[in-house]
């Protein structure tokens, strides 16, 4: 159990997707304006990454590996991960309207969130095992939603800061991400 944790928080903190692999970095600088945005997108992310990996798991050591056509993994994993965005999309337009159109663009593009197809494939590459695998999509997943809304609560700060005007807007923000990035390189001590 103590590796299974190990796995988790070391993937959420440490190897942060964003913040250290910079990955998914569209949703994370376009969604990250508000906090409640941040995290509705934050939930998704969750949602989706968990999910699709444990169906392109399966998928790949039950079919993939078995009919030796592994060449395949990544348009299967993107019709996998695609097939899941749009089933949070459908549920997001029915349960949570305000939440659907604030995420706006950006729920679609989940599909292309490279940092969701990067955990199947890693999980697959550093040949966890499946509770392994489950482990550090969690913990992927919640890094990314902690950052994100890390992010939205520091843009939302700034807005009421004296920002020089060179500064307003996408360099601040890029800024911002920067010194996150290096704030959480800190925690690669404890793990």
Known sequence: ?????????????????????????????????????????????IFVICISSAITFVIQYRILNRFNISYLQTIVFILVIAFLVQLVEMILKKYSKPLYNALGVYLPLITTNCAVLGVAITNIQKEYTFTESMFNSLGTSVGFAISITILAGIREKSEYNNVPAPFKGTPITLISAGLMAIAFTGFSGLF
Not at 11 to 26: D, E, I, K, R, T
């Open 1 to 45: 159990m103590k590796a299974l944790l190990l796995i988790g928080l070391s993937a959420a903190l440490v190897n942060n997707v964003v913040l250290s692999q910079f990955l998914g970095l569209c949703p994370f600088l376009g969604v990250s304006k508000k906090i409640k945005t941040a995290l509705g997108m934050g939930v998704a992310v």
